[in-house]
């Protein structure tokens, strides 16, 4: 017992452990309103592993679900999917700050921490000022979204309800969580481009991170952004363009998809359908309809993912950028990695190389366990499994028919990769003091 209270006092709360226990924290408490009766339009529970598995696609942002949200889930549980998205959108401590700045509370040195690390920031200065942008650019971008789909809402399914689907799908496009109400995602919009475009726009937005749309906002020409900027907007442009073209070409006859669509129609379809797996979810196409082709592009552009502070998950456009150039550079001999005239630090490299790893190896190691415990095509679980380690939600159709522990591994899986896979490590482990020497280098034969 002494042994065990030891432990307890010597547990260290660092910001990577509070990040991932305050998302704990938030799964249980939206598993616990989910599970009442009050939560269905049957009157019904769901049952506490259900509640959990649509907790934790909403704190998490993913968007995979076992039941149709509109047609299962009372206006009281959509109120409570819609916060869980909300808050696990913009984050734990962006939804604290706004509460201490509303009551007047100092941010203390710890908090400022933490903020830091779910930010993704190098240092600690005027991160509150960040913060404070972050929260009224936020909403701002949410409620002029909410008021760009109202306009195609409201005609369809009148004022109150056309309201509501307004302001939910502002929120969950911009928060790239993928839950819908019009019970198809928007394929029956597919041939509307104000609906398609306001939501890749928020999509776009909500993926690009925070940081990158405050310093566009602000310096507004090319040469005065900073380096980070300029990666992230090059690659996500890079990815939506090729993907999109990839996606055309592949499905272009594809009469289950796009193929009875006419051209105007396709580009659009096409476009959208590089955008979703900036970690989204929303599809105004039948993803389980695809060719195996375009299916298996679709987990890239998921693994990828969205961009570093973002709402997005994937092991980020910038990581993936730093590697594919590093090992550019590699091919040709250079030693320095050099990104629009600047140097970029081996740390960052091996940071990068160190999040794709484990991003990889989770999904493999996932995808095995699967394998044994669900009886799928193996496609469809490697599809499933990267949607739910990035934060995606989109599903080849075997999300509702997976077994209670299939369930439970997808869970794991959108918690692991909400957090972020070094941070959950960070979290569960303990950091070694750097050591004062080195010893010998030695040689390893690879490749």
Known sequence: MSKFKNRIMKFDLNPPRVLALGFLGLIIIGTIL?????????????GLIDALFTSASAVCVTGLIVVNTSEYWSLFGQIVILFLIQIGGLGIMTMATIF??????????KERLIIKEQLNQETLTGLVKLMKYIIIMSFGIEIIGAVLLSTQFIPKYG???????????????????GFDLTGDSFISFSNSLPTISTISLLIILGGLGFSVIIDTGKNKKWRRFSLHTKLVLVMTISLIVIGGIFFLVLEYNNPYTIGNLPLNEKLLSSLFASIVPRTAGFNSIDVGAMEQSSAFLTIILMFIGGSPGSTAG???TATFGVIALATYNFIKGERELEIFK??????IIIKSLAIVSVGMMMIVFVSF???ITEKKLFLDTLFETTSAFATVGLSRGITPDL??????IIISTMYAGRVGPLTMAFALGYRKKRRQYRYSEGHISVG
Do not use: Y
């Not at 004022?159 to 969580?177: D, E, L, Q, R, Y």
């Not at 600047?342 to 740390?347: A, C, E």
């Open 100 to 109: 201490a700045l509303i009551s007047g509370k100092k941010i203390s040195i």
């Open 34 to 46: 989910l599970s009442l009766p009050q939560a269905t339009k049957s009157g019904e529970s769901i």
């Open 342 to 347: 600047r140097r970029i630090s081996t740390d």
């Open 403 to 408: 077994t209670w522990m299939g369930k439970l």
């Open 314 to 316: 994937g092991i980020k």
């Open 369 to 371: 366990v699967l394998t």
């Open 159 to 177: 004022m109150i309800k056309g309201v509501w689907f307004s302001i939910f799908h502002s929120i969950s496009a911009f928060c790239n969580a």
